[in-house]
């Protein structure tokens, strides 16, 4: 199998000829730069750093890393609009297309942010004089033809193509989290107006991406986390409320316009969704993370297998950063034992390869996958 084969196999429930890998294919499967930079010097390449997100700090992988890896994804990420307040202010400040300010501590590995603009007294009336970035504007899409014809005509890989998030990241980002969640309650017209003013900022985005690359895209990522460590980040009563009806309106309008199967990325514990999330069109779901409440693979392989495919679940909260080379194999193998049955996985870590994870772990990790022939494909 092509490594394009191999991915589109097991995420259309197909047995692939063995678990396909994916790392910086998403700005949530790559990795940390401190932690790139001895990644590529152990391949004996001086690294030559690109970011794929300026919050995380994520880099865009190059292309020996990725082939000594034998990873089967490729990432194509969209554009920046041409006109917005975006700018860097320095290398430890910078100012997002919505308005955002993060600033880096000295030390600091990741950008946290300290201005949320429409954080405090707002009203309805003020969203509506709120300089909204332009969707159509022309730097969203200007690079994304370029990215493609890249992994067509030099790797045989999947192309994973990003639309932006529909509603939850850039609404709590613009408003802050304290005055986010007592919206829900205190002011629920106010939490519709600020996601429609969102949503159909990004839902055009999206529809401008693919009507540009989408019908020639394998994978369609798009994220908002949805769930916290412990539990749900609100009620299923809001979830139904506020949610519901512009996740079904985002995921359909992505399979009118395409044919690449939808993957989610929600980090937490989101177990309580996942009916909710195949019924609206979620075909992938990530980054099944393995410590959080109710997230357990087997369980989650029992109930929902047959109707989703699982895309992550190698732990990294605890194992990679502070297990042994050889517990880093053993999670290996049991991912791909209890998920890897049938297809329906794709190996990778549970979001970001964080800078405290040894490049030792990185690299078993895998290299134990390519190496490790499952109790399903033997006789």
């Not at 014809?149 to 990241?169: G, K, Q, S």
Request: aromatic content about 8%; hydrophobic content about 40%.
């Amino acid at each position: 199998m092509t490594h394009r084969e191999r991915l589109m196999a097991a995420v259309s429930h197909r047995q692939p000829d063995m678990v396909p890998l994916d790392l910086g294919s998403t700005v949530d499967s790559s990795i940390v730069v401190e932690g790139y930079e001895r990644l590529a010097r152990h391949y004996g390449m001086e690294p030559q750093i690109q970011l794929t997100n300026q919050m995380m700090r994520t880099v865009k992988l190059e292309e020996p890393v990725l082939e000594a890896l034998d990873i089967d994804t490729r990432g194509i990420f969209m554009g920046a609009p041409d006109r917005s307040p975006a700018k860097i202010v320095s290398d430890y400040e910078y100012i997002d297309l919505w308005g955002c300010t993060r600033v880096r501590p000295k030390g600091g590995y990741y950008f946290d942010q300290v201005e949320f603009p429409l954080q405090g007294e707002l009203s309805i009336a003020d969203l509506a004089k709120y300089p909204w970035p332009d969707p159509d504007d022309p730097g969203w899409i200007r690079p994304l033809r370029q990215q493609l014809n890249w992994i067509r005509n030099h790797t045989d890989c999947a192309a994973v193509l990003a639309v932006p998030a529909p509603v939850v990241h850039p609404t709590q980002y613009l408003r802050g989290f304290v005055d986010w969640y007592m919206d829900l309650v205190r002011d629920p017209k106010l939490v519709e107006a600020l996601f429609d003013a969102v949503f159909e900022v990004n839902l055009q985005v999206c529809k401008n991406i693919l009507a540009e690359l989408g019908p020639e895209a394998d994978i369609i990522l798009t994220a908002d986390d949805l769930g916290a460590q412990n539990g749900p980040q609100f009620s299923m009563e809001h979830y139904n409320k506020h949610l519901k009806e512009r996740y079904q309106t985002y995921f359909g309008t992505i399979h009118d316009m395409t044919p690449a199967k939808i993957l989610f990325h929600t980090c937490g514990s989101v177990a309580h969704l996942m009916d909710e999330l195949i019924g609206a069109g979620v075909d992938i779901i990530n980054p099944i993370q393995v410590s959080a409440a109710g997230m357990d693979p087997v369980e989650l392989n029992k109930k929902y297998g047959g109707r989703i495919a699982f895309w992550g679940a190698m732990d990294t909260q605890r194992v990679l950063p502070h297990g042994s080379v050889e517990d880093v194999k053993n999670m290996v193998e049991e991912r791909i034992e209890q998920l890897g049955e049938g297809g329906g996985y794709v190996l990778c870590a549970v979001h970001n390869i964080q800078p405290d994870v040894p490049t030792d772990n990185v690299v078993a990790m895998f290299e134990h996958a390519r190496e490790y022939v499952p109790s399903f494909m033997k006789g």
